[in-house]
């Protein structure tokens, strides 16, 4: 199976920036995309940010301009930068793997990493 570790997650102040990061590892036969997602209480997981194979990534409205997302590898950061309280949730990392040759692409989770943001 897939394993992944994340880090980074804190208390900040709002308008202050952390850095989240998260690393891949196990049976992977292929990476085809990698991301972030976060989810309040009560409500569904959404993606905050993803990035595919090839660069293309995609964000959700509320976060564009403030967060970048990148990829090295097998690891994928999120740079949130201009943090505001309504970021504040746990936040999940993503990989869309192919496992084997019969299994072109499945989801693996990551625990989650708490960031909170004060006003």
């Known amino acids: 199976q897939v394993q992944l570790v994340e880090s980074g997650g804190g208390l900040v102040q709002a308008g202050e920036s952390l850095r989240l990061s998260c690393t891949a590892s196990?049976?992977?036969?292929?990476?085809?995309?990698m991301g972030w997602y976060r989810q309040a209480p009560g409500k569904q997981r959404e993606l905050v940010a993803e990035i595919t194979t090839g660069g293309s990534t995609n964000y959700a409205d509320s976060v564009k301009g403030r967060f970048t997302i990148s990829r090295d590898n097998a690891k994928v950061y999120l740079q949130m930068n201009s943090l505001k309280p309504e970021d504040t949730v746990v936040y999940y990392c993503?990989?869309?793997?192919?496992?084997?040759?019969?299994?072109?692409?499945?989801?693996?989770w990551g625990q989650g990493t708490q960031v909170t943001v004060s006003s």
């Open positions: 196990g049976s992977i036969f292929s990476i085809n995309a």
């Open positions: 993503n990989v869309k793997v192919r496992t084997t040759l019969w299994i072109r692409s499945d989801n693996f």
